[in-house]
Structure formats: C-alpha cells, structure tokens
C-alpha cells in the first residue's frame, strides 16, 4: 500500500505564487509518473502536469509557463511551483502517482488552492 501526503495549499492573490509538494510513503513500490490534478467546483478532474521518472514533464496549456513540476526520486516525492497565479486556477488539487509494473494508480487527499483579492 502506497499513502500520498500532500502539502503546500493556501490562498494567495492574483499573481502570487505557491508550491504544492506530495511524498509517497509504504515499503516495496517503484514509482513510476507522478503528476498533479485539479477539480474546480462544478467541473472535472483535469490534468495539471505530469513527469516520468526519467524527468520528461507534460503540462495543460492553461498552465504552460507559469507552472513547473519537478520530483525528487531518493524521496518519491512530486512538487508543483505555481507562478502568476489567476482566479482561474482555484481548485483543489490532487497529487497522483503510478506504481510499480502494474502502474497502480494512487491519489492524494487534495489540497485546495484558492486565488482570489
């Protein structure tokens, strides 16, 4: 069993900056993709960004330039710098991370983000 502990929401203002982190914990996994999703009230899950464990990053058009994801393979750990922040990024955001050869999928608890003056 993989748990995902998620850290690092909050509120900021129009143009502020946060980063959410997320750190996989158990015994006898391999970590696979490890990526970050969000589900704003009243829509659907949709996709923030993903990164393979070789570092290759995948990134919503909405968000291309103004968040970056990175991980920390020795810690199984997946961050997510949010820049530039916009009213339209409010949502709670889920860490997801694929394990091992099976690629089972795991989700975070969420974490709310909340952007507004």
């Known amino acids: 069993q993989v748990q995902l502990v998620e850290s690092g929401g909050g509120l900021v203002q129009p143009g502020g900056s946060l980063r959410l982190s997320c750190a996989a914990s158990?015994?006898?996994?391999?970590?696979?993709?490890m990526g970050w999703y969000r589900q704003a009230p009243g829509k659907q899950r949709e996709l923030v960004a993903t990164i393979t464990t070789a570092g290759i990053t995948n990134y919503a058009d909405s968000v291309k330039g103004r968040f970056t994801i990175s991980r920390d393979n020795a810690k199984n750990t997946v961050y997510l710098q949010m820049n530039s922040l916009k009213p339209e990024d409010t949502a709670v955001y889920y860490c997801?991370?694929?394990?091992?050869?099976?690629?089972?999928?795991?989700w975070g608890q969420g974490t709310q983000v909340t952007v507004s003056s």
């Open positions: 158990g015994s006898g996994f391999s970590v696979n993709a």
């Open positions: 997801n991370v694929k394990v091992g050869t099976w690629w089972t999928t795991y």
